[in-house]
């Protein structure tokens, strides 16, 4: 995976969005509100997709937000050089989001009463939306093929770092009660039952209806009409959508298209490997 990057704690970032000052303000100054909602993923693990729905779900379904406010404002990475600006005029909860590894979050969040939702994917499909990401966004010099780019990736290469590490970074925090986390599978399966566990964990009491707002307007091809959620506001220069669409295919097991089976078993052995001390399951290895 090639991109301009240094490396901030062992981790890489993009000079692009990045710089030491936006990463340790991030880290050791930004300070954390009590009714902070943190919005935090692994790169391409359903970032977006969270912050439309928890948009939806702060204003109960309402949509008058997320149909005029580009989703990168609505809910700014707050590591990355610039975002003070949008998050110093956000209302109250502030929906912020992070890609940031646990060890490099900020600090005031851990003496705080803010709440973390943290959503996962399937890494395989992480890296193949990543692959295709590297086309269409500036910062990356586009990946030409699946074998080099897995290759970086099980070696902590990509932008952010370790996928293997963010998760076992943050699954440190599974049974506190600031802490939720889901996957993108549940999402898909269950969008409805999903939200609705996300409502009680946040203390929002919607109704059915509210709820039904919710789902509607978050689903893939809500998003993907939605022209302040497919990211079409952002000028082409950056995100060239000609060669390939931000929301892209929104389904889970498409690397089943594109890994070889050596390429599986490969990832398979790599992943058992480093996740073996973390005593979870997830639904991703019923499926590998
Ligand atoms: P694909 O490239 O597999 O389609 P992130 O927001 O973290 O960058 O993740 C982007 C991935 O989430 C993309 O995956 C995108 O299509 C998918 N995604 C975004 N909104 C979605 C939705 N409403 N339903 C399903 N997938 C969604």
């Known amino acids: 995976m090639s991109f301009d990057h240094f490396e901030y704690k062992g981790v890489r970032f993009a000079k692009a969005v990045h710089s030491e000052d936006s990463l340790s303000y991030a880290e050791n100054t ?10 935090v993923t692994y790169p ?11 948009n939806l779900i702060k204003h109960k379904g309402d949509s008058t937000v997320s149909k005029t406010v580009p989703i990168h ?10 975002s003070e600006e949008y998050i110093s ?6 929906i912020i989001s992070s890609h940031l590894p646990q060890h ?37 010099k586009p990946a030409e093929n699946l074998q080099n780019f897995l290759e970086d990736f099980v070696q902590g290469k990509a932008l952010y770092g370790s996928w293997f590490d963010h998760i076992k970074g943050w699954m440190q925090m599974k049974n506190d009660s600031r802490f939720f986390f889901i996957t993108y599978e549940e999402l898909t399966q269950d969008l409805r039952g999903s939200i609705v566990r996300i409502c009680k964990f946040l203390g ?5 209806a509210q709820i039904d707002l919710v789902v509607e307007q978050s689903t893939f091809k809500s998003m993907k009409e939605n022209k302040m959620s497919n990211w079409s506001q952002v000028p082409s220069d ?6 390939g669409s931000f929301l892209r295919k929104g389904k889970s097991g498409d690397w089943k298209n594109h890994f070889t ?28």
């Not at 404002?73 to 990355?80: F, H, K």
């Not at 929002?204 to 059915?208: A, F, P, Q, S």
């Not at 950056?238 to 060669?243: A, F, P, T």
């Open 30 to 39: 930004f300070e954390v509100l009590d009714d902070d909602i943190f919005n």
């Open 73 to 82: 404002i609505r809910s700014p990475w707050y590591e990355t050089a610039g």
């Open 104 to 140: 490099i979050f900020a600090k005031s969040f851990f003496k705080s009463k803010a709440k973390i939702i943290y959503t996962m994917r399937n890494p395989k499909d992480v890296v193949v939306s990543m692959f295709y990401f590297t086309k269409i966004l500036n910062i990356f």
């Open 44 to 54: 391409k693990s359903g970032t977006n997709w969270m912050i439309e729905i928890l």
């Open 261 to 288: 089976v050596a390429q599986s078993e490969h990832f398979d052995d790599i992943y058992q490997e480093k996740m073996k001390d973390l005593k979870m399951t997830f639904p991703w290895e019923q499926a590998s």
């Open 89 to 94: 005029k956000m209302d109250s909860p502030r």
């Open 204 to 208: 929002y009491e919607l109704d059915d």
């Open 238 to 243: 950056v995100l060239d959508q000609s060669k």
